[in-house]
């Protein structure tokens, strides 16, 4: 079986959104070990849908779909890999925004695919994945891919993943943070 | 299929990250393997578009760094480490797969004075192992030593059998040396077939690779299949007279590069001796062998035959397996006069330096836009690299 990857991960504010990562939160954390895939695809819906409804607080993001085999595969492994090898961004908190802090504290939240290629679902995806150059970092870009997101067919994912950094919220992201070179891939997007 | 299929193989819950991954075995392949291959060419123009979305999400920047060297370093698959070759005619015969170890002697003009001029390349390959892992591999890449198998195509047959019943008519043209000038496997079955009369001292300057735009791999397949016959070559002219030497070509060289999207430029440029080293092996003729009626020198090798010509050195065209004895005796009477010609391998002027286009034997590569590491071949697309933090 060949395969094809589908990633997309967005950077909110999570100083100006706090509810975004309470309502996250839960649908990592509340997934068992062994699940059927419609509860597989009601967790990915579900966060998909909380996404849809906060994307105002959502600042940058980056997606990308990539069908080649070798590529697919370690493209997968390479997304998950904070999951796999534990990579946890911070070593230490950056303090909740409070009253007298007015810095901005910003999430990420990503969605990893790894599917079988040809499938209906990864037609779909690369039908919707075909985006103009001057669409690409849109709201209404994101909108469209987390849309496509709540289409999954989870007989044609092989794997999956999901990860929201952080867990609590005096671990959010600083501007400071999100400024290093790592991050440039998380491009700001474009309001409607 | 299992009720739940899905199993976490990895989680986290920390402060700073909480999240899972999920795999499951049961997924079912909607196309078989062939119909994928045959849609590929359907869906490209969509992939396309895709991958300039991909594109823009990286912290990379693209460049070319030479094919034989990123191979050398990384491994002779490089950026396709899970894709393997096709050895299409592949021999039945038994196989020492060992003596692969020893293609870089086996294959060593006989004569010390033609030694400088062996281009010992492709028979480096089977043996060489990468230095380096590249981000872009999955897993390191192993020997090609493994991957190789001999070929025996009807092709080859047929030229062994045409080049024995002649070798003699050519071996007796005063002061001449063989230009064999054939696709790779045919190139050295010509080469096998003349050993016993002529030194073999091959100029294949380049690596096999699944993307390759030059089927380098079927050439050194070939030469796995006569290794035993050149090395008992080799051992029976031990204090016999000393051959004129036959430089031997693959034709595929300069094949048409068209899209570094999906290929590998691993083509690469004769070298052959000049005018005064020629004089100094007592050339005064080169016998250029072509596969097919009035086959002219590749491109790489007008300025040189040019040359050549003006200094003296006639020129004659074979062309096989066309010509009969007779025939064969005819066209070794005929010179040929080359003509400069402009091209992208040649100046079109007499006496001119041979010109390579600017990105030959390159491959487009991503580097890291920090510190400039090299994380894989920029094939029909690239993903966001150097992603992240963990290093």
């Known amino acids: ?192 | 299929m299992s009720e739940r299929p899905l199993r976490q193989d990895a989680r986290v819950d920390e402060p700073g990250l909480v999240g899972a991954r999920w795999w499951q075995d049961s997924v079912i392949d909607p196309v078989g393997r062939r119909h994928t291959i045959l849609t590929l060419l359907a869906v490209g123009v969509g992939l396309g578009v895709a991958g300039l979305a991909i594109d823009a999400c990286e912290p990379t920047k693209k460049s070319r760094l030479g094919a034989l060297d990123l191979q050398r370093k990384y491994g002779w698959s490089f950026g396709a480490a899970t894709e393997s070759l096709v050895f299409n005619g592949q021999s039945t015969q038994p196989f020492d797969r060992s003596r692969l170890s020893w293609m870089v002697a086996d294959f060593t003009p006989r004569v010390a004075a033609h030694r400088p001029f062996y281009v010992q390349t492709l028979f480096e390959s089977p043996t060489a192992l990468p230095t380096a892992v590249s981000e872009g591999d999955p897993t390191p890449i192993p020997s090609l030593k493994d991957a190789l198998q001999p070929i025996f195509t009807n092709g080859m047959r047929d030229l062994f059998k045409w080049v024995q019943a002649n070798v003699d008519v050519l071996a007796a043209v005063a002061g001449a040396a063989l230009v064999v000038d054939l696709d790779g496997q045919d190139a050295v079955a010509f080469a096998a077939a003349a050993s016993s009369r002529f030194d073999p001292v091959f100029l294949f300057d380049n690596w096999p690779h699944p993307h390759g735009v030059v089927p380098a791999h079927l050439a050194l397949a070939a030469a796995a299949y006569y290794q035993p016959m050149f090395a008992a070559a080799a051992a029976a002219s031990q204090g016999s007279a000393q051959p004129a030497p036959m430089f031997v070509l693959d034709r595929q060289r300069l094949a048409t590069y068209t899209d570094s999207a999906t290929q590998f430029d691993n083509r690469w440029v004769a070298r052959m001796p000049g005018v005064q080293a020629l004089r100094t092996l007592g050339i005064k003729r080169l016998l250029y062998v072509g596969p097919a009626a009035n086959s002219r020198e590749l491109d790489d090798l007008n300025d040189d035959f040019v040359t050549d010509h003006i200094a003296g050195i006639s020129i004659s065209l074979i062309d096989v397996p066309t010509l009969d004895a007779l025939q064969l005796g005819n066209q070794l009477g005929v010179n040929y006069v080359p003509v400069a010609r402009r091209s992208l391998f040649s100046s079109g002027i007499a006496g001119g330096g041979r010109p390579t286009p600017p990105e030959f034997g390159s491959v487009p590569v991503v580097l890291s836009l920090v510190g400039g590491t090299l994380l894989g071949v920029a094939w029909s697309r690239s993903g966001t690299w150097n992603r992240g933090w963990g290093g």
């Open chain 1, 1 to 192: 079986m060949r395969h094809s990857v589908f990633t997309i991960e967005v950077c909110a504010r999570l100083d100006v959104g706090p509810q975004l990562l309470d309502a996250l939160r839960p649908i990592v954390q509340g997934a068992p070990e062994h699940v059927t895939r419609d509860e597989a695809w009601r967790r990915h819906s579900a966060a998909a849908d909380v996404l849809l409804q906060y994307i105002e607080v959502i600042e940058r993001g980056c997606w990308e779909y990539f069908d080649d085999e070798a590529r697919a595969k370690w493209m997968f492994d390479d997304w998950t890999r904070p999951v796999i090898d534990r990579q946890i961004p911070r070593q230490g908190p950056s303090g909740a925004p409070g009253y007298r802090d007015a810095a901005p504290r910003y999430l990420t939240f990503t969605m990893v695919y790894l599917l079988a290629r040809d499938s209906p679902s990864d037609l779909e995806l690369r039908r919707v994945c075909q985006i103009s150059g001057e669409e690409l970092w849109r709201k209404s870009t994101f909108r469209r891919l987390l849309q496509a997101v709540r289409t999954l067919s989870f007989g044609s994912v092989k794997a999956d993943s999901m990860y929201l950094i952080p867990r609590d919220h005096d671990w959010g992201f600083t501007a400071e943070d999100l400024a290093a070179q790592t991050y440039d891939y998380l491009r700001p997007l474009i309001a409607d």
